[in-house]
């Protein structure tokens, strides 16, 4: 069964700090792997995308790593601001056309002044 | 260039009653899709359209759930009738044909009573 965790659940940040969000992944075949952020009330955004062949993409002070051997996928938040605040959901693309997602639960971090 | 426009925007009906939320795309975007997300979880597929025929549905509750896209440009989403566990938001989300990336709307969020 395709599956994609994420952790953790929930996170409380200072404003300024950095953060590491987790995404493990159990799904075939691969095709990509994307991180979305959700703001409260609205749809989620496309952060980054990654493919099998790619170990860092950055967005800002976003930077995600995915390490295919292990399948495991990190984003990183550099300089935490107060927008940040939001639920940030990883993604993967399975099935041959990459047309097939499944959806992790989300992190809901919240960033504090 | 306007993004994805769902309504409406909240939506509170008791259990049994009927409601039917509308989704229009971006404009050229020939894949649509329904998603419902329960609070505190990721999105899960309902239904995927391209242009106005069904691509996936193998996670619609037939039942009672319902979608149309008859002129492969907008489209609709039915519950008849609703059941307490249907409290959730309703995203739609589209893509062009070339492109996995999605753009979602803001969603609909529906409380069931």
């Known amino acids: 069964k395709n599956q994609v965790e994420q952790s953790p659940q929930s996170l409380i940040i200072l404003e300024g700090k950095n953060c590491t969000l987790q995404c493990n992944y159990t799904v075939s075949p691969f095709s990509n792997l994307r991180w979305y952020k959700q703001d409260t009330g609205r749809g989620p955004v496309s952060l980054t995308i990654?493919?099998?062949?790619?170990n860092t993409k950055s967005n800002g002070r976003y930077t995600a790593t995915l390490d295919a051997d292990t399948k495991q996928s990190s984003l990183h938040i550099t300089a935490s601001q107060l927008s940040d605040s939001a639920s940030y959901i990883c993604?993967?693309?399975?099935?041959?056309?990459?047309?097939?997602?499944?959806f992790g639960g989300g992190t809901r971090l919240m960033v504090k002044p | 260039e306007a993004g994805v426009a769902q309504s409406p925007r909240y939506k509170i009906i008791e259990k049994r009653q009927s409601v039917a939320f509308w989704c229009n795309p971006i404009?050229?975007?020939?894949?649509l899709y329904w998603y419902q997300q329960i609070l505190g979880q990721g999105p899960k597929l309902l239904i995927q359209?391209?242009?106005?025929?069904?691509?996936?549905d193998s996670q619609l509750p037939k039942d009672r759930f319902s979608a149309e896209r008859l002129k492969g440009v907008d489209s609709t989403l039915k519950i008849q009738p609703a059941k307490l566990e249907d409290s959730a938001v309703y995203l739609c989300?589209?893509?062009?044909?070339?492109?996995?990336?999605?753009?979602f709307g803001p969603g609909t969020r529906l409380l069931v009573l």
């Open positions: 989300a589209s893509s062009p044909i070339s492109s996995e990336t999605q753009y």
């Open positions: 404009s050229g975007h020939a894949t």
């Open positions: 993604v993967v693309s399975t099935g041959n056309a990459g047309n097939m997602l499944t």
């Open positions: 359209f391209q242009n106005n025929g069904v691509v996936d």
């Open positions: 990654m493919t099998f062949s790619e």
